[in-house]
């Protein structure tokens, strides 16, 4: 589990993809600190497992689908990436809850200044803007940050000075594509709040539904 607050920003050495399996090879610093072999990092907001540790970077395996399925498939060497090791029990909780399993991408639509802060709208699919709710949490390439607007088809977050010099969102620019991971707890209450599938052969049929229907 991760918490959204970035650790370092490190940079693209290369990736390696076949047609079952790749590797990506980065170039950090700060989370190589107590890191083992074994270990989790989130890369943009993707948990991966580092299987490699170098004296100035790691190595982690990574599936083809999740190149395809995020922003790292776009990633050329020299290309920074927000960096965060898993939380450990006796941190801080900084942000939210991140899982490290995005639910998809987003393509930034505009950029803009409002005196010290900057914003950024997201353009995403319905599926995952359905659990993106105004002043909630959002995981944006790993970054939590709040939600300010939402519209139909995008969200909007403002970003402050300092979020913007140490993580990559003060690089992106619109047209860029961002990996996006909702509030888990929104998806828990959804799941929650469906009605029990009955059991097989068991009909759901009662006395009070009937009643209640006015039959």
């Not at 803007?129 to 939590?144: F, H, L, N, P, W």
Request: glycine content about 12%; some cysteine; proline content about 3%.
């Amino acid at each position: 589990m991760f918490t959204g607050i970035i650790e370092e920003m490190g940079s693209m050495v290369r990736v390696e993809s076949g047609s079952t399996s790749g590797k990506i090879q980065l170039k950090a610093h700060k989370v190589l600190e107590g890191t083992k072999i074994g270990d989790s990092i989130a890369v943009n907001g993707v948990c991966l497992t580092v299987v490699e540790l170098h004296g100035n970077g790691f190595t982690a395996d990574v599936m083809p689908e999740t190149l395809k399925r995020s922003n790292l498939g776009q990633l050329a060497p020299g290309s920074r990436v927000n960096l965060e090791r898993a939380m450990a029990m006796d941190g801080r909780f900084g942000g939210h809850i991140v899982s490290g399993h995005i639910d998809g991408t987003g393509k930034i639509k505009k950029v803009w200044r409002e005196q010290n802060a900057v914003w950024y709208t997201v353009d995403t699919p319905k599926e995952v803007m359905r659990y993106i709710v105004e002043k909630g949490s959002i995981a944006i390439d790993g970054t939590s940050l709040t939600v300010a607007l939402v519209t139909e088809n995008s969200f909007s977050v403002s970003i402050i000075p300092h979020t913007l010099g140490e993580t990559v969102l003060g690089e992106k620019k619109a047209g860029d594509t961002v990996n996006l991971e909702n509030d888990i707890i929104g998806k828990y209450v959804e799941k929650l709040m469906q009605p029990k599938e009955p059991e097989k052969g068991k009909s759901t049929l009662t006395k009070d539904l009937l009643f209640g229907a006015g039959f």
